[in-house]
């Protein structure tokens, strides 16, 4: 069984929400819309209060190339644009929208009918997934478009879609495969139309057997698509970890992966992919999970963005009695939320509510020098060292060590007998090398 070859761990999956169907969220009576949901500059507000939106309706613009549009996930009124918390715990600028009903644009194609042939041209495609707001939804919310834009002399060989869900607990993209298959594939097909190639593997992993066969069985009717299974570990979702697992080629340090010819998208941003370009529905809702082992009706909600995340923790049975944290993401690179009110944005995979014996920090001890962080590090870094690193603040020595290859996995804190908080050290390491390799790039 194919994986990746550096690091990697077994944390149980706690799937609890697999094979459950994907439910519509209620719409709530206020949405609250960030402008900051990609990876890059926060988009520009294009409405004002007391202005009318339908579903679908364009109401913040990219900022720049690597920015996405965002668009009203309800009709309604706009009661103001004001500073709101996100789920990293920041206060950014909203849209606040006062919902009056359910009104669609009616360029968008709302029919069950699927939609195999596309005969827009390759610019065509990517400028209409721009234009949708499409980013990346595994978490990472990087904007599509911009990663189906090459750099001169860069050329893709291969699309890797990334439907390998190797967080614990999440299924939104399980389930996705499940009930919308044919969908996804047309997807693919649209993007190798997108970036030029005649092959494309989806990567999903041996504990979803189900999608594997659905999915094997579906992509016979497609040219050039492959679905490989792939052996469970974690983080095999990482696109660095991907690309070795499906085509084995490592991608060199400091490099993207069109440096090897690969592009890789996940499998929700691909079914988004399929429905901007084939049904003229931009990106304004996505799939949510709602799971912990407290939870009473564990879930796949089909949430409009702007949705606060208790609603749809309503429907799930609302928050258990013993809850200790609450996680939006997955237990291993998600972040911790001090609130319900926080709202679905496009990076929302899911919502995980930790009981409270298990979210205390356990104590911890000196390094015993063990190397299991090291041996566990699919990215070969020396975790027990980037610590000390960050808590002496060697940022120089930090950026030499290759922190910024660091993918914030998790996985040596997971695997610290010792109980070092490795991940929060080097997380904040990383960041603050970030900020001085831009400062000096900026000074060139």
């Known amino acids: 069984m194919k994986t990746f070859k550096m690091g990697g761990i077994h944390p149980k999956a706690y799937k609890f929400s697999a094979g459950i169907k994907i439910q519509p969220a209620a719409i709530p009576q206020q949405v609250i819309i960030s402008l900051g949901q990609n990876l890059g500059g926060p988009s520009t507000p294009i409405v004002e209060k007391g202005d009318r939106v339908k579903v679908?309706?364009?109401?913040?613009?990219?900022?720049?190339?690597?920015?996405?549009?965002?668009?009203?996930?309800?009709?309604?009124?706009?009661?103001?644009?004001?500073?709101?918390?996100?789920?990293?715990?920041?206060?950014?600028?909203?849209?606040?929208?006062?919902?009056?009903?359910?009104?669609?644009?009616?360029?968008?194609?709302?029919?069950?009918?699927?939609?195999?042939?596309?005969?827009?041209?390759?610019?065509?495609?990517i400028k209409k997934i721009s234009d949708s707001g499409i980013v990346g939804l595994g978490g990472a919310t990087f904007p599509t478009h911009v990663k189906l834009s090459p750099p001169p002399g860069k050329k893709a060989e291969v699309l890797i879609v990334n439907a390998v869900e190797c967080e614990p607990y999440l299924t939104c993209d399980h389930q996705l495969m499940l009930e919308k298959g044919e969908e996804i594939l047309v997807g693919i097909s649209i993007l190798m139309k997108a970036i030029g190639v005649n092959r494309a593997v989806i990567g999903i992993e041996n504990n979803k057997k189900d999608a594997i066969e659905s999915m094997q069985h579906l992509s016979k009717t497609f040219d050039g698509i492959e679905v490989i299974p792939l052996k469970v570990q974690y983080p095999q979702g990482g696109e660095k970890q991907l690309i070795d697992a499906t085509i084995g080629r490592q991608v060199p340090s400091g490099t993207l992966p069109i440096e090897v010819g690969a592009v890789v998208q996940n499998?929700?941003?691909?079914?988004?992919?399929?429905?901007?370009?084939?049904?003229n529905k931009p990106l304004f809702e996505r799939i949510?999970?709602?799971?912990?082992?407290?939870?009473?009706?564990?879930?796949?909600?089909?949430?409009?963005?702007?949705?606060?995340?208790?609603?749809?923790?309503?429907?799930?049975?609302?928050?258990?009695?013993?809850?200790?944290?609450?996680?939006?993401?997955?237990?291993?690179?998600?972040?911790?939320?001090?609130?319900?009110?926080?709202?679905?944005?496009k990076g929302t995979s899911g919502v995980l509510f930790i009981p409270t014996l298990e979210s205390a920090r356990k104590k911890?001890?000196?390094?015993?020098?063990?190397?299991?962080?090291?041996?566990?590090?699919?990215?070969?870094?020396?975790?027990?060292?980037?610590?000390?690193?960050?808590?002496?603040?060697?940022?120089?020595?930090?950026?030499?060590?290759?922190?910024?290859?660091?993918?914030?996995?998790?996985?040596?804190?997971?695997?610290c007998p010792s109980n070092r908080p490795l991940l929060d050290h080097v997380r904040f390491g990383k960041t603050t090398v970030g900020k001085i390799i831009r400062n000096r790039q900026a000074k060139k």
């Open 56 to 125: 679908g309706q364009v109401i913040g613009q990219a900022s720049g190339f690597v920015s996405s549009n965002i668009h009203s996930s309800v009709s309604g009124i706009v009661n103001r644009i004001d500073v709101a918390l996100d789920s990293s715990g920041y206060k950014v600028p909203h849209i606040f929208i006062d919902v009056d009903g359910d009104e669609w644009l009616e360029s968008i194609d709302r029919s069950q009918e699927i939609k195999r042939e596309c005969t827009l041209t390759a610019p065509e495609i």
């Open 267 to 279: 499998v929700a941003t691909t079914f988004a992919i399929y429905e901007a370009v084939q049904k």
């Open 288 to 345: 949510v999970t709602i799971t912990g082992k407290s939870i009473k009706n564990h879930g796949n909600y089909r949430a409009r963005l702007g949705t606060p995340l208790s609603g749809i923790v309503e429907q799930a049975g609302g928050t258990p009695e013993d809850t200790g944290k609450i996680v939006a993401g997955g237990p291993m690179m998600g972040r911790a939320i001090s609130s319900l009110e926080v709202t679905v944005s």
């Open 364 to 415: 911890m001890s000196n390094c015993m020098r063990c190397a299991k962080c090291v041996r566990a590090c699919p990215m070969g870094l020396e975790p027990y060292l980037l610590m000390k690193q960050s808590e002496r603040s060697m940022w120089n020595e930090m950026e030499g060590d290759r922190i910024m290859d660091c993918i914030e996995c998790g996985c040596c804190a997971f695997s």
